[in-house]
């Protein structure tokens, strides 16, 4: 991820803002700030649930709609003062965040989209149809200002005011936020959520905290917009308001708090300019959505950072991983594994065991089984019968982030490194979930990369690499996790000669660690001379089981490569 | 005999890596070969980068037409045929309309090419009217071979056309191949199965990691240099085994 | 209303809801996109109805070449700008392009005609007919006829022409369809000009009993997108009996409750379905997230 240090035209763009507010604004202009302020503020939300999660809620509004009525209806019918409304907003969102985002945040994305858009219906419909409670289409007049603690807080300057400090400080809670653990954990699981899942992340809480949070922020800028327009209706519930969000975090640049506020103080003031459209700015909101996700889908920020690239991060220095009791003997006991795909069994019965300190390769013909019996174990995949317990825990049939943390890790045939992640923050990522900070993630993810000759590359993009270095740094964040089993599928893909001959070095010294190792591969002429015993597979099921030297003149094996006739 | 198919010096690829290494090679008009090596050796990225479905580097020739800017649709319009790896045939559509989905001529002419393959698939005109997902392996196989041929290809190109069938089915498969050969088709067919794909093609093209490393007659390839290939164990000549 | 009274005017409303889902459908498949701006693109063929209609003296259903022919035109120009700048980018980057050109169609709309409800001309006559013992009314029944047809037209294509063989197969295995020599982009094209004339005849069949609002568009998306769920995502036939049932819910609900406790059920109901038994009634399940 990239790094987040605030640019000086951000800096800039405040003092000039603060200079506008207090020396030259009308009191309408204050009042188009203050709703500025509002919509940044919601927009600073649906960043979390958007830009870092990586899920398009369009219940956005509808959180926001909650939190304005509950103000509403709590300070206009009941006469309650804003720190007992403001709570309340806060937590009636979150509340409903909670109980639709459990069922509905394991769909797949389009489904989530729409899902949450009927969310956003049906709260509408109960907001105009229960005229008793919410006053119907007309909504509810007479809600008070903000008022506490015996202090009121007029509208123009003052309100103003409170509000922006109410962005600023949810502003950096965010951005801290997104640095933080927490953070990077829910961009590793927006750009990758298999590997996410492998590295030990719990991804459902994840979605489901994300999704919270943004609720938060929603309800309370409802009920901050609430108090400035002093009338609740259902205007606050309708799609608009959601396509403003959506528009202001594209638009400002997806994942990015400074993109939330530059991207509503822009298109709050832009109906303002072009006020002979009237109506019509939604249509230029329509163009510059579409403008913006095919022509620039970094948004504003993204031209930003073009233009004056931040400076990066200095390296951390290394901090070794902390030290483990090595295991011995037999690590992980597999035993009648299988796993059949619409009535092909692709893994068939497979039984064995890998030891500590022991380099175990797995060959096997096209088809035979190889990637399935790596997903099975890594959790990717249940299977349909059979047992897998490391160190005599059972495992098979449990959810990948769970088998991670128990200790086995894993390497993608396909290495899928995110493209624009930086190679020091993706190894980092490994150690999210046993560290107490990113600092410390990223000192022990450059001890690893040290340790495998890569640290040079720290800094340097996943995407710009060449294949062998990207199989290091895989290899360097199945590493981080400090595993007990560690799989490899097939890492010595692409690799020249010489990064061959390293990679199996580097193998042999993780193996003296006290890991158990299984390696993948087609190329025998790297394999054989690595491993000390052989798995064959064929057809799903294992047809060699011993030492390497054998393996070319197995009968069983020669006629599964090379094809026997009838 | 002019070349039909002329490759030269392709590289091609998957997220970094090279799998197929700048190969050289040709084929003429009407011949049989047979593509060996194993997996991970670049014999199916070696065909689509032919067809045009994955990036490549170096060039393609077919029938003097240089194919480097063409589209797969394209390539395929003049006279290329695909049966690919696990047959892809389409699912929700009958054997009929799978068969005639493939023909870019006339009714008339797409009519007397579906004739042929009925022909030389029997099956097929038993199920004509079935959903292709509801077929077995071999019927697939027969199918998406079929399909390629309602092309009227010059150059049907076939990866690993037995995979997932069980021996006698492959054994029906490569004898509809080996029929096609017949007619005067040129036929390039990619086999983990060694003994299956000799006998289709007289000529022998076996790749290891990405290259070339044996071009000529089926009859000169021995078991030392296939064993070699397949299982690392270094050749006489060349003590570093690559 | 008596029931089969009440039926019919289910029927009729199902079949326009039908040719919404059709072309959702359709363009789903071909793409693996969901087009936010169907239910908009419905809107716009109703208000295009609306507009056309002063100019061509003679019943509705006249307008109905050209609203096929006009929004085919549009659907072109919604994948130029919306689908096909986005191919090989992740599916939510269409989701927002397309939610951008609804907000265009539906603000669009409301500048040019305003934003109280219009009518367009019945498509034969505003009248009654006697129908086996029941009295409807002729636009109901013209609408069933005029959906069944289009329905019809779009089988009989699909299933016995080249042109819908090669459209199926973009729909299933777009790279394979290009290793038959099938031209995808042109059959992505065709069926966004498909789908969206569909969309416009809905529109045109809707906007006399309904009446046509620019903001009509939220809802019909959201009752496309249910029937597509009922029925099992991808599934055609699939598609057209969710939109049966969502009509009939719909019509039954309000005739004994209210409209807006229909439309909450109706959005209740998605959400218990996509909890539950998320592939449908036809379809395969949906894949969850890792």
């Given at each position: 991820m990239r790094r987040t240090r605030p640019n000086p035209i951000l800096a800039l763009a405040a003092i000039a803002l603060l200079a506008y507010a207090l020396l030259y604004a009308s009191p309408y202009g204050l009042r188009v700030l203050t709703v500025a302020g509002v919509y940044a503020l919601m927009a600073i939300g649906f960043q979390v649930v958007f830009?870092?999660?990586g899920a398009l809620s369009l219940a956005h509004g509808a959180f926001f709609g909650v939190g304005a009525y509950a103000t509403g209806i709590l300070g206009s019918q009941l006469g309650w003062t804003f720190p007992a409304t403001f709570p309340v907003s806060l937590a009636l969102p979150v509340l409903l965040a909670l109980f639709v985002g459990l069922p509905v945040l394991r769909l797949e994305s389009h489904y989530f989209a729409l899902a949450t858009l009927g969310i956003a219906q049906v709260v509408l419909l109960l907001a105009v149809n229960t005229p008793d409670l919410?006053?119907?289409?007309?909504g509810l007049p007479g809600v008070p200002g903000i008022s506490a603690f015996g202090m009121d807080v007029p509208r123009g300057l003052p309100l103003a005011a409170m509000v922006w400090v109410a962005v600023a400080l949810g502003g950096v809670a965010a951005w801290a936020l997104a640095r933080g653990r927490w953070g990077r954990a829910l961009t590793l699981l927006r750009d990758d959520p298999l590997a996410a899942a492998t590295l030990g992340l719990d991804v459902g809480r994840l979605r489901l905290q994300a999704f919270a949070l943004s609720a938060l922020y929603a309800g309370a800028a409802g009920a901050l917009a609430v108090h400035t327009q002093r009338v609740v209706s259902p205007e606050v519930l309708e799609f608009p308001v959601m396509v403003s969000v959506l528009t202001i975090a594209v638009v400002g640049g997806r994942g990015r708090v400074a993109g939330a506020v530059l991207g509503a103080l822009l298109l709050i003031h832009l109906p303002e300019w072009f006020r002979f459209l009237e109506r019509s700015y939604l249509i230029l909101y329509g163009a510059a959505l579409l403008a913006a996700i095919v022509l620039?889908?970094?948004?504003l920020t993204g031209l930003l950072e073009r233009l004056l690239p931040a400076k990066p991060r200095p390296l951390p220095a290394a901090v070794p991983l902390p030290p483990q009791v090595a295991a011995e003997g037999t690590v992980l006991r597999v035993e009648g594994l299988a796993k059949a795909f619409g009535g092909v069994r692709a893994v068939d019965g497979v039984s064995f065991t890998l030891e500590a300190s022991r380099i175990t390769g797995l060959i096997g013909p096209n088809g035979s089984g190889k990637t399935t019996l790596i997903n099975l174990v890594s959790g990717l995949e249940r299977p349909d019968a059979g047992r897998v317990d490391l160190l005599g825990r059972p495992l098979a049939g449990q959810r990948s982030d769970r088998i991670a943390r128990a200790g086995i890790a894993r390497t993608f045939q396909a290495a899928g490194l995110p493209e624009d992640a930086g190679v020091l923050d993706t190894v980092a990522a490994a150690r999210l979930e046993r560290d107490s900070s990113v600092a410390a993630a990223r000192a022990h993810a450059m001890a690893v990369l040290a340790r495998l000759g890569a640290a040079e590359l720290a800094s340097q993009r996943c995407g710009r690499l060449p294949a062998g270095l990207r199989r290091r740094v895989e290899l360097a964040r199945a590493l981080a996790r400090q595993p007990l089993v560690l799989l490899l599928d097939e890492p010595a893909a692409g690799l020249t000669d010489a990064e061959k001959a390293e990679l199996a070095a580097q193998i042999r010294a993780v193996a003296a660690e006290g890991v158990a190792v299984l390696v993948v591969e087609h190329d025998m002429g790297f394999l054989l001379p690595l491993a000390d015993r052989v798995l064959g597979l064929d057809q799903g099921r294992v047809l060699y089981d011993g030492d390497p030297a054998g393996v070319p003149h197995d009968p069983a094996v020669v006629s599964a490569y090379l094809g026997t006739p009838a | 005999m002019t070349d039909l198919l002329r490759i030269e010096g392709l590289s091609a690829g998957y997220g970094g890596a090279t799998?197929?290494?700048r190969v050289t090679l040709a084929l003429g008009a009407g011949e049989a070969v047979a593509l060996l090596g194993a997996n991970g050796a670049g014999k199916s990225t070696l065909i689509k980068a032919v067809l045009g479905l994955v990036p490549s580097a170096g060039r393609v020739v077919f029938d003097g037409a240089d194919l480097t800017a063409l589209a797969p649709e394209r390539r395929v319009r003049l006279g290329l045929g695909y049966v690919p790896e696990g047959r892809r045939v389409f699912p929700g559509m009958s054997v009929r309309d799978n068969l005639e989905v493939a023909s870019f001529a006339s009714a008339a002419k797409r009519r007397a090419a579906l004739e042929h393959v009925f022909a030389l698939f029997p099956q097929l005109r038993e199920k004509a009217d079935e959903r292709a997902w509801r077929l077995s392996g071999g019927q697939q196989q027969m199918l998406a071979i079929g399909r390629a041929l309602m092309g009227e290809p010059r150059l049907l190109l076939l990866d690993e056309p037995s995979l997932g069938l069980s021996p006698k089915l492959a054994g029906e498969v490569f004898a509809a191949v080996r029929a096609i050969t017949q007619t005067g088709t040129a036929v390039l067919v990619a086999e983990q199965s060694t003994a299956r794909a000799l006998a289709v093609g007289r000529r022998a093209v076996l790749l290891r990691l990405g290259a070339v490393v044996h071009d000529g007659p089926a009859a000169e390839l021995d078991e030392e240099t296939l064993r070699a290939a397949f299982l690392g164990v270094p050749l006489a000549d060349d003590g570093s085994g690559r | 209303m008596t029931i089969l009274q009440l039926s019919m005017n289910g029927i009729a409303l199902g079949a326009a809801y039908a040719l919404v889902a059709l072309g959702f459908v359709l363009v789903l498949n071909a793409t693996g996109a969901v087009n936010f701006a169907h239910g908009d693109l419905v809107m716009a063929g109703g208000m295009l109805a609306v507009a056309l209609a002063p100019l061509i003296p003679a019943p509705g259903i006249a307008l109905l070449p050209l609203v096929l022919a006009l929004m085919a035109g549009l659907g072109l120009l919604v994948s130029l700008l919306a689908y096909l700048p986005l191919r090989g980018r992740p599916h939510v980057s269409v989701f927002i392009s397309t939610i951008a050109l609804g907000i265009i169609l539906q603000n669009g709309a409301n500048a040019l005609f305003g934003g109280e409800p219009r009518a367009a001309p019945p498509l034969l006559s505003g009248g009654s007919v006697a129908l086996g013992g029941l009295v409807v009314s002729v636009q109901s029944v013209a609408i069933v006829a005029v959906a069944a047809l289009l329905i019809g037209a779009q089988q009989w294509v699909f299933a016995r022409t080249q042109l819908g063989r090669r459209l199926r197969a973009t729909a299933q295995d777009p790279e394979m369809a290009r290793a038959c020599g099938i031209p995808v982009t042109a059959m992505i094209l065709a069926t966004f000009a498909l789908g969206t004339a569909y969309a416009g005849a809905a529109g045109l069949l809707l906007a006399n009993q309904f009446f046509v609002t620019p903001t009509a568009g939220g809802d019909l998306i959201l009752k496309a997108y249910i029937a597509v769920t009922v029925g099992g995502w991808g599934s055609v036939p699939g598609a057209v009996v969710g939109a049966l049932l969502i009509a009939l819910f719909e019509v039954g609900v309000s005739a004994v409750l209210s409209y807006p406790v229909a439309l909450g059920a109706l959005y209740a109901t998605l959400l218990v379905i996509l909890v539950v038994r998320p592939q449908g009634l036809f379809g395969e399940a949906a894949r969850r997230r890792a």
């Open positions: 830009g870092l999660a919410t006053g119907g289409a007309n620039a889908p970094h948004g | 799998a197929v290494d | -």
